[in-house]
């Protein structure tokens, strides 16, 4: 079994900086591109994938006395057992060798890594606003693009150079031995995660990210006729991608406060008005306030009934296309009086005895 410490020339207990700056200075020097060698270049490069990574280094540590004098599986996770025991198996592993062998896997690419997040929030809005196309500006505190290097990550006039671990590629030479044999997949460089490429000297206010956190005014377009959900989504105005990556999207979920006064089903609205018992016997006009705030003449028919619903169109709700918009329902409620003055009182007994 290969000795990945040896390899590197550090000790066992080498902490992350220490093996990174090993792996820097034995990269420089056998680089193929500046006359090394590729097979020592390899053999660096595997051994820097393994003990940089906190995972992989436990599992050799773990198991590298194990397999000595044994085949060298490389198979984390894998344990022998102790005599007369059987062998055990990690799943998680197993998936992983499957995902090899059948194409089951896959490598994120060099601009999703650098993509910025997607947002998603809520927008309250009134009733009233839906009857006409809304502009709405909110402060949004993000990662923005820094202002300093542009989103570049390096310091302004500093040169950026092509990584030296992957070629410019942003992507490494892996082998992973397993019982099924040795595999060989390419994976993100973990020295420029994917980019290909570093700055000689990374950006003071960002420290090589290309964004900073801060705050962000957007305007947001509500069309007319919105509803209650309905979301609205604006290209590029999410997080700021790293190193100049593209950003992410702003979606913007649209809540309607309920109104005191009238409810919505679609693009229409229903209210309900009170209406005394002479009103509903013989009839009247009565005023109806809409949606906008003006009021309108609504002739009630002698005879109406409590519960009875009178259409006036055009007095919903926009459509969401912004032509026409839909009905207002008002249903009519004949109020019982609770008190009764003495005349009152009179007349309605007078009424009773006609049959009223």
Not at 101 to 128: A, C, P, Y
Not at 274 to 290: M, N
């Amino acid at each position: 079994m290969k000795d990945y410490y040896k390899i590197l020339g550090i000790s066992h207990n080498a902490s992350p900086e220490e093996i990174k700056k090993a792996y820097r200075k034995l990269a420089h020097r056998y680089h193929p591109d500046k006359g090394g060698d590729e097979k020592k270049f390899k053999e660096i490069n595997e051994a820097y994938q393994v003990l940089s990574d906190k995972e992989k280094r436990t599992q050799y540590d773990q198991f590298g006395g194990v397999f000595e004098g044994r085949p060298d599986f490389g198979f984390g996770g894998f344990n022998w057992g102790k005599s007369g025991e059987g062998l055990e198996f990690d799943l998680g592993d197993l998936g992983e060798i499957f995902e090899e062998l059948f194409g089951l896997g896959g490598v994120k690419t060099k601009r999703d890594l650098r993509k910025g997040k997607d947002i998603e929030i809520d927008l309250e809005i009134s009733l009233q606003d839906t009857l006409k196309t809304e502009e709405k500006e909110i402060s949004l505190h993000k990662m923005i693009l820094c202002s300093r290097c542009q989103g570049m990550g390096a310091e302004p006039g500093k040169p950026i150079n092509e990584c030296f671990s992957c070629r410019g590629t942003g992507e490494v030479q892996q082998i992973k031995r397993t019982f099924f044999g040795s595999f060989t997949r390419f994976v993100v460089c973990p020295e420029c995660r994917g980019e290909g490429q570093r700055p000689e000297k990374s950006c003071n206010v960002c420290k090589g990210e290309g964004r900073i956190r801060g705050t962000d005014v957007i305007s947001i377009f509500i069309p007319v006729g919105v509803d209650l959900n309905q979301v609205i989504k604006i290209e590029g105005r999410g997080e700021a991608g790293r190193k100049k990556g593209r950003p992410g999207d702003l979606y913007v979920r649209i809540l309607v406060r309920p109104h005191p006064i009238f409810k919505r089903k679609g693009d229409d609205l229903y209210v309900s008005l009170p209406i005394s018992f002479s009103q509903s016997a013989l009839g009247d006009e009565i005023e109806v306030e809409t949606l906008e705030g003006t009021k309108i003449l609504l002739k009630v028919p002698p005879g109406t009934e409590s519960g009875k619903v009178l259409r006036i169109p055009g007095k919903g709700t926009s459509h969401f296309s912004g032509s026409g918009r839909g009905n207002l329902y008002v249903e009519l409620i004949v109020k019982t009086p609770k008190r009764l003055s003495k005349k009152q009182r009179e007349l309605l007994e007078r009424l009773k005895e006609e049959g009223l």
